[in-house]
């Protein structure tokens, strides 16, 4: 499977987040605590809006090496700032090792990244590729079942309607996986932006889900740890969704309930459930 974060908030440098934490990204690539697999080695990726876009689509750099070792994300990390980004890294579920298999994945203004997997997607693939519009399909670069349940989304309204095109696009593969014998067709924590908005998905047809987490409220954090200065410099609005802790501060991180999806947004978070829904 894989390991991801997702930040929204107050600019920061990028390697503020992705190397700084004692348990960061960049050690789970090593040394994954919660993962299927402690290394996260087949690929990596990096995806951040700046100001300097003029059609809000984010930058994406992608790579198929491991992220503990890359010197162009060092660089990259220590001179970019963003108020939200996603950072992926990959342990692949079958699919090639390639740079277009690497997350996050865009589409115009909109970032994807998924942890999990579509049970049996070499038997159900060519389905679920007819479904995609027809329009879109061109735009599908690589071969994994996460970028083809992003360009489902899309299909199903993403734009217009993100957790009901994400509730039917999971209703469409599960139904879809079932008549080919699959019990338990999807397994997915996922991540996805607009550049304003930001919306994580915690789902398993089985009711087991990989792990999600997400951090307390910046003002409470500093009421209990004082001390620490980054809380110092970010604003009550900030917050992180990853795939596992960054480090074990006391009351910091909080566990995504199964079934569940969030969202960031400017005018309050919330916290919603998640059912599948006929596409």
């Known amino acids: 499977m894989c390991r991801w974060l997702a930040y929204s908030g107050t600019p920061v440098l990028l390697e503020t987040i992705l190397y700084r934490p ?26 951040w809006y700046g100001p300097d876009s003029d059609d809000g689509s984010p930058a994406v750099v992608r790579e198929i090496g491991p992220a503990w070792s890359n010197r162009n994300l060092r660089e990259i990390a220590g001179h970019v700032r963003s108020p939200l980004f996603f950072a992926h890294i990959r342990a692949s579920t079958g699919t090639a090792v390639q740079q277009t298999n690497s997350h996050p994945f865009r589409h115009g203004r909109w970032m994807w990244m998924h942890n999990g997997a579509i049970a049996g997607f070499h038997r159900i693939r060519r389905d679920l590729a007819l479904a995609v519009d027809p329009r879109l399909f061109p735009d599908i670069e690589g071969s994994t079942d996460s970028e083809m349940m992003f360009f489902l989304a899309l299909t199903l309204g993403l734009e217009e309607d993100p957790p009901g095109a994400v509730a039917r696009m999971v209703g469409l593969v599960e139904r879809t996986g079932r008549a080919h014998g699959v019990e338990f067709p999807v397994q997915m924590t996922v991540a996805v932006t607009d550049g304003a908005r930001l919306w994580a ?79």
């Open 22 to 47: 004692a348990h960061s990204l960049i050690d789970q690539s090593l040394h994954s605590k919660m993962g299927v697999e402690t290394t996260n080695g087949d690929g990596f990726g990096v995806g």
């Open 201 to 279: 998905f915690r789902y398993s047809s089985e009711g087991a889900s990989r792990s999600l987490f997400y951090s307390t409220r910046v003002d409470t954090l500093r009421a209990l740890h004082p001390d620490m200065g980054f809380l110092r410099g970010v604003s009550d609005e900030t917050r992180l969704i990853v795939s596992e802790p960054l480090g074990d501060l006391p009351g910091a991180w909080n566990e995504v309930p199964e079934s569940t999806y969030g969202v960031v947004q400017p005018d309050g978070d919330e916290m919603v459930p998640f059912v599948p829904q006929a596409a």
